[in-house]
């Protein structure tokens, strides 16, 4: 149907027309940098540091239910030290990346062929609103029991997690895709993989890149949940055992920990958009 | 429209907020209301609890119970606080909570053997400790009264964690071990080893308490509440005994008394039920109910300093007292 050569013109021409023609403002732009008030983020963090201080210190609130922020650096360092906390680190990172990439494959791939179809779409879609509804804490005892207690239940809770946003997102991306540009690409004979890369993928890129923003961060509940289900590794664990030790500082820094891999997380999406997306911020 | 919608959420939200916020302890039309933390869901093996309400022990010493089947060390923490008179706690846990400067004692020993087993596959032959070097053992966690009585079981062999493989599975042990998934697991004997011959699955015991004897489930009381209202500590702890005793010299009449609290009471298979009780009682007995075995204590404290879990060895004296038993 369509030539399986590129259009005589050669593809450097028409990408350029197409950007031309993507550079719409009803896309979602991605937030820009902005550096200069970098510093009163430091100084929020600064501050609430501070005030964590003197409410551990005079409030009265016993430790085993508020550390001070010094004894849980204290004990970040030695678990640091003994090297227990970068091993349960590593241990729930793969658990997140595996499964934040089994959810996003998945969902991208679901979602463009809902996208597409939308008597599809209607069919599946009380299914996975329900997939969505159901709390992951929930179910994540019997993904356990289906999928064996390894590493395996962990990752498919992780990808659970991840599949909504980032299939709602490509779903929404690739519909908002203007019908002029299929036209443009259909009047050049372009194949079907040559307006999926050369328009649907750039131009649905900043509206999934969106919802991989929430997916990575949602990835790391994912992971801990199945961790406290049953692990004998992880910060899922790590938390769960300063639990049971009462060790409170230990599990502040097992949370904090959680959070800073989530914030890595998010920032690496946020790089992914300046590198792909860079053209729209141009605009 | 939306702000009166807003604001009526908000005032229902505040009225039932005070509603919920009963102060417990607080004295409720001439009875001391306690809430007390379980450490686990609604089970027969609460029996003596139940039968002190039924027959009215509480209620003759000024008391009111409000069970709260939370997380045991939510409970531990809440006592150690202040927040809570009580809660219903395992052994190991008052040394670890100790350890780390909560103020709690444990006021009135309910088990008098460690109430773990390791339970395995009939065909594997495993019916003494030593049978255990090098196979894999499930447990719900690398925590908790199952994992302390499978270290303590293993210290006895002359074992080291490193001669097992152990595999945390959450508190799947019936399930994952019917399903063919684990042919060993930690649990508590009146319960897995039940359930699974109730399933078909032939499976030998090992039971803890024949090897060592540790000190085991029973009262927990905040520092607080032993100073400030001692004869609330022994009312409690004489209510609790009370119904502790009846319900060992009579099985029968505790099942029934304890049908309405435990939900869903008549689906359960009442076979089961009663082997449950009648095993959880061999394990209540004792010459004096109540009372703390002080070499009990001792033992637990090396189980867990040889696990590392508590940095050093503390004074066991401030950790249990026989003091408010009869």
């Known amino acids: ?283 | 429209m939306f702000r009166k919608l807003v604001l009526i959420m908000l005032g229902m939200a505040l009225a039932l907020s005070a509603c919920a916020n009963s102060d417990p302890g607080n004295e409720a039309g001439g009875l001391t209301h306690i809430r007390l933390p379980m450490g686990y869901i609604p089970n027969i093996q609460f029996a003596p609890f139940y039968v002190a309400i039924e027959k009215g022990y509480f209620r003759d010493a000024g008391i009111e119970i409000e069970f709260d089947y939370k997380f045991e060390t939510d409970g531990v923490v809440l006592v150690g606080a202040g927040e809570l008179p009580f809660a219903v706690v395992s052994g190991e846990q008052v040394l670890l909570a100790r350890a780390q400067g909560l103020p709690v004692v444990y006021v009135a020993a309910w088990y008098q053997q460690y109430p773990v087993s390791v339970v395995a596959k009939s065909e594997l032959g495993v019916v003494i400790p030593q049978d255990l070097k090098g196979r894999k053992i499930g447990l719900p966690g690398l925590f908790g009264a199952n994992y302390v009585g499978l270290r303590a079981l293993l210290h006895e062999a002359g074992l080291e964690e490193s001669d097992v493989t152990l595999d945390a599975i959450g508190f799947n042990q019936v399930e994952l071990m019917a399903a063919g998934q684990q042919d060993i697991v930690v649990g508590y004997a009146a319960n897995e080893p039940i359930q699974l011959r109730a399933q078909g699955v032939a499976v030998t015991e090992i039971r803890v308490a024949d090897y060592v004897q540790l000190a085991s489930n029973g009262v927990l009381a905040s520092e607080k509440v032993i100073a400030e209202d001692p004869e609330l500590v022994r009312a409690f702890v004489g209510a609790f005994l009370k119904g502790l005793e009846d319900t060992i010299a009579n099985p029968d009449e505790s099942l029934a008394l304890c049908k309405a609290y435990i939900p869903n009471f008549a689906d359960l298979d009442a076979d089961v039920q009663k082997q449950v009780l009648e095993t959880s009682i061999e394990q209540w007995k004792a010459e004096r109910l109540g009372y703390s075995d002080p070499q009990a204590w001792e033992n637990m404290q090396n189980v867990v300093l040889d696990m590392a879990l508590i940095p050093e060895k503390m004074d066991l004296n401030k950790a249990f007292t026989n003091e408010f038993i009869p």
């Open chain 1, 1 to 283: 149907m369509y030539p399986s050569a590129r259009p005589s013109r050669g593809p450097r021409r028409l990408e350029q027309r197409l950007k031309h023609e993507i550079m719409n403002p009803n896309f979602i732009r991605t937030v820009s940098q902005n550096t200069n008030r970098g510093w009163l983020g430091l100084l929020s963090i600064f501050l609430g540091l501070f005030a964590w201080h003197l409410v551990a210190r005079y409030s009265g609130i016993p430790p085993f239910i508020l550390p001070s922020p010094l004894s849980v650096w204290g004990r970040f360092m030695r678990a640091f030290n003994d090297g227990s906390l970068l091993h349960h680190t590593r241990i729930t990172l793969v658990e997140i990346l595996l499964g934040l990439l089994a959810g996003v494959i998945f969902a991208t791939i679901m979602g463009y062929i809902l996208a597409k179809s939308r008597s599809l779409e209607r069919i599946l879609s009380p299914y996975l609103v329900a997939s969505q509804a159901i709390p992951v804490i929930a179910i994540a005892p019997l993904l356990v029991l289906w999928l064996g207690d390894g590493i395996l239940s962990k990752i498919v809770i992780c990808a659970l997690i991840v599949f909504f946003p980032v299939l709602v997102n490509t779903i929404v991306g690739v519909r908002a895709v203007p019908s002029a540009l299929y036209d443009l690409m259909n009047s050049l004979h372009a194949s079907r993989s040559q307006i999926l890369w050369k328009v649907e993928v750039p131009a649905s890129l900043p509206v999934f890149l969106g919802g991989l923003r929430i997916g990575a961060t949602l990835s790391v509940i994912g992971a801990v949940v199945g961790e406290l289900v049953g692990a004998e590794e992880g910060l899922g664990f790590l938390l769960q055992l300063g639990d049971f030790q009462y060790d409170t500082a230990m599990v502040f820094v097992a949370v904090f920990m959680l959070i800073a891999l989530a914030l890595m997380l998010y920032g690496f999406v946020i790089l992914l958009e300046k590198r792909f997306v860079k053209w729209q911020e141009k605009n």
